[in-house]
């Protein structure tokens, strides 16, 4: 299964990206069968929890510190899920993953919860 993400870039504080990451149609039919998450990792530090999205959209978590300024969402019909940040702050300066997990899991917010990865991207915030 691959995912590749892509839409990172160098931002100002307040500037907005799109992050994309879309799953390989090839080895990936069922996308709409994966809950999606995206999860970001800054240097010298562990990969954090980000945002997630249920396989039927019916159901949407954000890390507590960019509720309000980050969107998740989907489209099946692509086999693509975003990340739009707005609102931008030095301190989201990272490199983002996305994931897909095949089974729901109330433990979400962990990347054991996650099967596949995608390979990153990396968004700077200057300030």
């Known amino acids: 299964v691959q995912l590749q993400a892509s839409g990172g870039g160098l931002v100002q504080a307040g500037g907005s990206l799109r992050l994309s990451c879309a799953a390989s149609?090839?080895?990936?039919?069922?996308?709409?069968?994966?809950?999606m998450g995206w999860f970001r990792q800054a240097p010298g530090k562990e990969r954090e929890f980000v945002a997630r999205?249920?396989?039927?959209?019916?159901?949407?978590y954000y890390l507590d510190s960019v509720k309000g300024r980050f969107t998740i969402s989907r489209d099946n019909a692509r086999n693509t899920v975003y990340l739009q940040m707005d609102s931008l702050k030095p301190e989201d300066t990272a490199v983002y993953y996305c994931a897909a997990a095949a089974t729901y899991s109330a433990y979400y917010r962990n990347t054991g919860a996650y099967d596949y990865w995608g390979q990153g991207t990396l968004v700077t915030v200057s300030s």
């Open positions: 999205i249920s396989r039927d959209v019916t159901s949407r």
């Open positions: 149609e090839h080895t990936f039919s069922t996308f709409s069968m994966y809950h």
